[in-house]
Antibody, heavy 115, light 111 residues
Framework: EVQLLESGGGLVQPGGSLRLSCAAS????????MIWVRQALGKGLQWVSG????????YYADSVKGRFTISRDNSKNTLFLQMDSLRAEDTALYYC????????WGQGTLVTVSS | QSALTQPPSASGSPGQSVTISCTGT?????????VSWYQQHPGKAPKLIIY???KRPSGVPDRFSGSKSGNTASLTVSGLQAEDEADYYC???????????FGGGTKLTVL
């Protein structure tokens, strides 16, 4: 059974940093691209970042480019999102999803940026 | 990176069919056959229901179908059931500079 479990969310002040993790199981992790998507409370889905299966290619939404860094550790079946220079508008539930089709999703981890 | 355009709401009675549109540009929806649709019930994670415009993942009922014409993709739900009431989002590949772009979402109400 495919499982994705996000962690690392929390309350952080504007300008601060957080590192999200997504632990994957039930599939061959290093065969799939992975994606981060976020959803502000009561709002729609927004693609944040993606990474190829090998980790050699990364992609970012304009709104997070230069502030967020996606990475993965294929030996530990884990996806990461390093979030720096956080802003209030980054407040959202952050999901990780498998593959470019986003065929499986985790349950999300909540990030709140507030003073 | 502009979002794809979806109607904010749609509705239909049980047994009826409803179609939700998703309009983009030739740089995303119209340029690639990589449109997907997601269903999201309140408090739940999104679920993939259509990928590559017309394909259904295993386990998704064939009441859900996808299509595309030009820069507009569509999701049709036939034989509406109460459990189809949810938010629906389209998503398209937009090239290397705009890898993924979502629509704003459509709230489907089963009357």
């Amino acid at each position: 059974e495919v499982q994705l479990l996000e962690s690392g969310g929390g309350l952080v002040q504007p300008g601060g940093s957080l590192r999200l993790s997504c632990a994957a199981s039930g599939f061959t992790f290093d065969s799939y691209a992975m994606i981060w998507v976020r959803q502000a409370l009561g709002k729609g889905l927004q693609w944040v970042s993606g990474i190829s299966a090998s980790g050699g290619s990364t992609y970012y939404a304009d709104s997070v480019k230069g502030r967020f860094t996606i990475s993965r550790d294929n030996s530990k079946n884990t996806l990461f999102l390093q979030m720096d220079s956080l802003r209030a508008e980054d407040t959202a539930l952050y999901y990780c999803a498998r593959d470019t089709t986003m065929d499986f999703w985790g349950q999300g981890t909540l990030v709140t940026v507030s003073s | 990176q502009s979002a794809l355009t979806q109607p904010p709401s749609a509705s239909g009675s049980p047994g009826q069919s409803v179609t939700i549109s998703c309009t983009g540009t030739s740089s995303d929806v119209g340029g690639y056959n990589y449109v997907s649709w997601y269903q999201q019930h309140p408090g739940k994670a999104p679920k993939l229901i259509i990928y590559e415009v017309t394909k259904r993942p295993s386990g998704v009922p064939d009441r859900f179908s996808g299509s595309k014409s030009g820069n507009t993709a569509s999701l049709t739900v036939s034989g509406l059931q109460a459990e189809d009431e949810a938010d629906y989002y389209c998503c398209s590949y937009g090239g290397s500079n705009n890898w993924k772009v979502f629509g704003g979402g459509t709230k489907l109400t089963v009357l």
